[in-house]
């Protein structure tokens, strides 16, 4: 994008700041002109005819209208004013002038956009912003989310000083549900915590944490638990301990993101702000839909009526939360009427295809990506 | 995804070009093509932030017309000043000074105001320079922080527009982006909003009145309707000698252009307020001034070169229209969907679904997407798990698998890879 293009104009613009001092030139011009016939007014001494009052008078009155101030500030302005009129239809050229031209006017509830915004809000632990939008708003507060990311938040502001005990708290109280989905947060809190003892350098403070602490986890986790304790032989010599990853300098960072994980999918909450996803989502499809909406300009009922987009909006990787088959042959999506079916030979098929190919399973039929041949028997349906 | 090379290497079958364009497997040249389209995703991102550059230009652009609109005005005042004293005939030497000496103190007056102006206009200017510098700051290493400041600034556009003035200052400022949003632009929005929310309409037809001449060119009904309110208000205080003057004064300039709407609001000079009569009756509810305010709104965002939609709202509306499917609305959707949650539900529900070309397949497991990296793999009950997850799950079990849909369990090398387009 040339955006140095638009700089410039834009510095054709403020130039302005120069006209704005010549009209301030004018301006004194004209106070001076006046000034100088009041001087001549007083010094002359009294009495001043009549007669010579109105020449000066005249004469200043001759040289303003003919000096043309008001000319010379008609003049700064068309200058200023071509300038001013041509930026805003390079900005129209070089970015989208109207995007809300795919927007459907629909009615979208802002309650719950605020409710979701409050959300955001404290998800990042920013309980001060939330609360001011929900007054201000005059939204219902939403307080299971607002309790449980305050929880959160306390655990983390307190990692960030390398405190263990709120999440340690967390853990213990949660070790069950925590248990069933697999996750190992408590072992590796403890590991970062001998870690920590380990580096200090006292190997009687390293071995009581190891013995009271990590031997729990010894049937459970063998390997880690060797590994962990050998360390205590490296104490003050670390530098040549064979498990330099156990202090990887992100060690702290990743315990972080993997407990703020855990700890969402435990309160139903989903990692990432889901407000960010959806917004992040918009920016790299909207592109997409403005073109479309150009070309469906002329139709735009239909626009507003359709149930399916026409094209797809090509969105990356984080965005793809399902497994969507498409049929290589129909182009249909797979549904549960038509689900994708694996030939023999490794290729994939929606079912009504093979159905087409088989001539309604009476026969077999050659793959369209393979020589190999296969009948509908022969297929399997997938789930993905 | 793309499309794995043919498990016996023979493609004399035809694949269609689409397919053909698709098979390149070779990693260097995907991921040269991946940065490619990355850069004009962004470049496309850019060129969404039109108002972004325009409404702090719309701002610059106001505050010199009013200045210029100044000094034309009061340097030609004062030379006719100076003209009508010149002509003058019988003008004593006092009165001359004192005349001339009150134009000099006119003239400084407009000085200061001008220095004033330009100082304004100077805060003005640098604004949009800022705004042209953040675009440019934009690369892949801020990537993350600059897309958060974004979605601040979207956010902030919202509240603003909602009138939420309070919250909108404060994230402005705990950000620290408050050359990156106009709440300057809407103070003069909430001047006018609170009137209107009062009843009084003073404040908007005085910015009316301070932007005639565009709001003549778009062809605006506000004013006509802020005194159609007007009207109705004087009638409602059954004032109805002063009703029919201000509708001779006020009304009848637009009669020419609105004939019908005018001839059906002077009707409730015959009704009254507490007409039964729906047509009339609706005229007197509170929620009139509801609409004067969102037409306000409407005029103001337009006169400022913004979106008439709250930003949030377009960029939520494209991205739920893009992530929405069939499954999104089913119990077993990803957390991580923003879609999983009533909320997103909700507002989706009017917007169409989105379409995809090409097989676009997830790990239930790993909940990665599968591609000729990371293939599909079937167990032999046809559940489909990625290459990458189903090898973790035998190193850890002996080659054993099972299939955490079904509870099946097989061998490794039970499984075979299926290829899908
Ligand atoms: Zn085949
Ligand atoms: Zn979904």
Redesign the pocket.
């Known amino acids: 994008m040339e955006l140095n293009t638009i700089k410039d104009a834009f510095d054709r613009v403020a130039k302005r700041q120069k006209l704005s001092c010549k009209s301030q030139e004018v301006v004194e011009q004209v106070g001076h002109e006046i000034e100088q016939a009041l001087a001549k007014i007083e010094t002359t001494n009294d009495p001043l005819s009549p007669g010579d009052l109105k020449s000066i008078l005249t004469e200043l009155k001759l040289k303003l209208n003919t000096s043309g101030p008001l000319h010379q500030l008609e003049g700064l302005q068309k200058e200023n004013n071509t300038n001013l009129s041509k930026y805003p239809k390079l900005l129209d050229k070089a970015f989208n002038p109207d995007i809300s031209k795919a927007y459907r006017n629909v009615d979208f509830d802002f309650h719950i956009v605020n409710q979701i915004i409050a959300s955001h809000f404290y998800r990042q632990g920013l309980f001060d912003l939330g609360d001011c939008l929900i007054n201000e708003a005059g939204e219902p507060e939403d307080i299971v989310i607002r309790s449980h990311f305050l929880e959160m938040y306390q655990i983390l502001e307190a990692l960030k000083v390398k405190n263990l005990e709120p999440a340690l708290k967390w853990i213990t109280a949660n070790r069950e549900k925590l248990m069933q989905t697999g996750s190992s947060l408590e072992l590796k809190l403890h590991r970062l915590q001998f870690m920590e003892i380990v580096q200090k350098g006292s190997k009687a403070d390293a071995l009581k944490y190891a013995r009271t602490y990590l031997a729990p986890f010894a049937s459970l986790h063998m390997n880690e638990f060797l590994k962990l304790v050998v360390c205590i032989v490296w104490v003050g010599k670390l530098d040549s301990c064979p498990h330099a990853e156990l202090m990887a300098p992100t060690r702290w960072e990743d315990f972080t993101e993997e407990l703020t994980q855990q700890f969402c999918s435990l309160v139903g909450q989903s990692c990432h702000s889901p407000l960010s996803v959806a917004i992040a989502a918009g920016i790299e499809a909207l592109p997409t839909l403005l073109k479309l909406a150009n070309v469906m300009a002329a139709k735009k009922q239909e626009w507003l009526a359709m149930k399916h987009l026409p094209v797809p909006l090509e969105l990356g990787k984080e965005f793809q939360f399902h497994s969507i088959f498409v049929c290589p042959v129909s182009r249909d999506q797979g549904s549960e009427e038509n689900p994708p079916m694996l030939?023999p030979?490794l290729?994939v098929l929606c079912k009504q295809s093979i159905m087409k190919l088989s001539k309604s399973s009476s026969r077999s039929f050659k793959?369209p990506?393979?020589p190999?041949e296969a009948s509908a028997g022969q297929c399997r349906q997938l789930h993905f | 995804m793309e499309i794995d090379p043919l498990p016996n290497g023979s493609g004399s079958a035809a694949a269609t070009p689409a397919e053909t364009a698709a098979t390149t497997t070779a990693p260097s040249p995907a991921s040269n093509t991946t940065t490619a389209s990355k850069l004009s995703q962004l470049t496309e991102s850019l060129k969404l932030e039109h108002q972004f550059l325009r409404v702090p230009f719309e701002h610059y652009r106001k505050t010199i017309r009013a200045n210029q609109r100044t000094v034309e005005k009061e340097v030609s005042a004062v030379i006719s000043s100076v003209t009508d004293v010149a002509d003058s005939n019988e003008l004593s030497k006092a009165d001359a000074v004192l005349n001339l000496t009150s134009l000099v103190c006119r003239l400084q007056g407009l000085k200061r105001k001008l220095e004033e102006g330009s100082r304004t206009e100077n805060l003005q200017a640098q604004r949009c320079r800022a705004r042209l510098d953040h675009l440019e700051s934009m690369d892949a290493e801020n990537l993350s922080e600059w897309n958060n400041v974004r979605l601040k600034r979207i956010l902030v556009d919202y509240m603003l527009r909602m009138s939420y003035y309070d919250t909108a200052v404060k994230l402005a400022e705990s950000s620290n982006i408050q050359d990156l949003v106009d709440i300057d632009v809407f103070q003069e929005a909430k001047k006018v909003i609170d009137a209107l929310r009062n009843q009084e309409v003073g404040p908007a037809l005085a910015w009316c009145i301070d932007n005639k001449s565009r709001l003549k060119k778009s062809k605006s009904k506000f004013e006509f309707h802020l005194r159609l309110q007007e009207f109705i208000e004087l009638v409602r205080a059954e004032n109805h000698m002063r009703a029919i003057l201000y509708a001779r004064k006020h009304l009848a300039p637009w009669g020419a252009t609105y004939m019908k709407e005018l001839q059906r609001v002077t009707a409730t000079l015959a009704f009254r307020s507490n007409t039964e009569c729906a047509k009339y009756k609706v005229l007197f509810e509170p929620k009139q001034w509801d609409f004067l305010v969102d037409q306000f709104k409407q005029e103001f965002c337009r006169l400022h070169g913004m979106t008439l939609e709250p930003l949030l709202n377009i960029y939520l509306q494209a991205g739920l229209s893009a992530l929405k499917t069939p499954y999104c609305y089913q119990d077993d959707c990803t957390k991580e969907d923003p879609l999983s949650q009533e909320s997103f539900q909700k507002l989706a529900l009017p917007l169409p679904y989105s379409k995809q070309h090409h097989s676009k397949l997830v790990c239930y497991i790993t909940k990665e997407l599968m591609d000729t990296e990371n293939p599909p793999q079937v167990l032999p009950n046809g559940y489909v798990y990625s290459t990458k997850a189903l090898k973790e799950m035998a190193e850890k079990n002996n080659g054993k698998i099972t299939c955490p849909r079904t509870g099946l369990v097989c061998n490794y090398s039970d499984l075979v890879k299926a290829y899908i387009s």
């Open positions: 030939m030979c290729h793959c990506y393979c190999s």
